[in-house]
């Protein structure tokens, strides 16, 4: 499977590659980011070099060609949905109005495909580093970051279970992948 991994360099994104270089399913990862992605200090280096490429692109609005030939023929996507930051600091636009539309427009994208694509929204709580500070958020579910990668590439491999995983979903596969793998 070829995956692109968008915005490589981030905190999810970062464990997702670590978790994908290993994972014999994923057989090619486009790490793609405005920045070089960084190959994780866990990584295989012969993985790392047949199966990664570090793909940096300035602006996620505008791809040249030469990106684009990059991206052909993935099999599939895991990145952030990205709300223009001009409409963010619009103090008459209402956060979550605009979020819940721009996770409209995504499910609506592979609808009207026809089959061509599939989508799905994840809405992880907080997520926790391993051995860091859990910060708090009253009324916020927390996530370890082990666990969301591993569901995110769970579902990416086997097909998603539905169009929107909650922070309940996501522990539940995430955890049963990572208790897959470490049987082996
Ligand atoms: N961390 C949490 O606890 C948490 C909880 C719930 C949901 N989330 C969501 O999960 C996603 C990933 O979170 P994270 O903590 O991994 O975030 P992060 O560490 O801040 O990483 C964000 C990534 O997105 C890239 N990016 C940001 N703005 C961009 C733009 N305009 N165009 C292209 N790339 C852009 C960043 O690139 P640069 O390196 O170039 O800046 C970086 O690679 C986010 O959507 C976040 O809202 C996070």
């Given at each position: 499977m070829k995956l692109i991994i968008g915005g490589s360099t981030g905190f999810?994104?970062?464990?997702?590659l670590s978790q994908a270089l290993k994972n014999p399913a994923i057989t090619?990862?486009?790490a793609l980011g405005r920045r070089g992605a960084t190959v994780p200090a866990d990584a295989n280096s012969n993985a790392a070099k047949t199966k990664?490429?570090?793909?940096t692109c300035e602006n996620f609005e505008e791809y040249p060609?030469?990106?684009?030939?990059?991206?052909?023929?993935?099999?599939?996507?895991?990145?952030?949905?990205?709300i223009p930051p001009?409409?963010?600091?619009?103090?008459?636009?209402?956060?979550?109005?605009?979020?819940?539309?721009?996770?409209?427009l995504i499910l609506d994208y592979a609808e009207q495909s026809q089959g061509?694509?599939?989508?799905?929204?994840?809405?992880?709580?907080?997520?926790?580093?391993?051995g860091a500070e859990k910060r708090e958020i009253p009324g916020l579910p927390h996530i370890d970051l082990p666990d969301i990668a591993a569901a995110l590439l769970d579902q990416v491999i086997r097909g998603f279970e539905k169009d929107t995983l909650s922070n309940d979903d996501l522990v539940r596969?995430?955890?049963?992948?990572l208790a897959g793998y470490s049987k082996g």
């Open positions: 999810v994104a970062t464990e997702l090619s990862i486009i990664l490429r570090s793909i060609d030469s990106v684009k030939s990059e991206l052909a023929n993935a099999d599939a996507c895991i990145c952030r949905a990205e001009a409409l963010q600091n619009h103090g008459l636009v209402d956060y979550g109005l605009l979020r819940g539309e721009t996770e409209t061509t694509v599939q989508s799905c929204i994840v809405k992880p709580g907080l997520i926790d580093a391993p596969i995430g955890q049963r992948a």
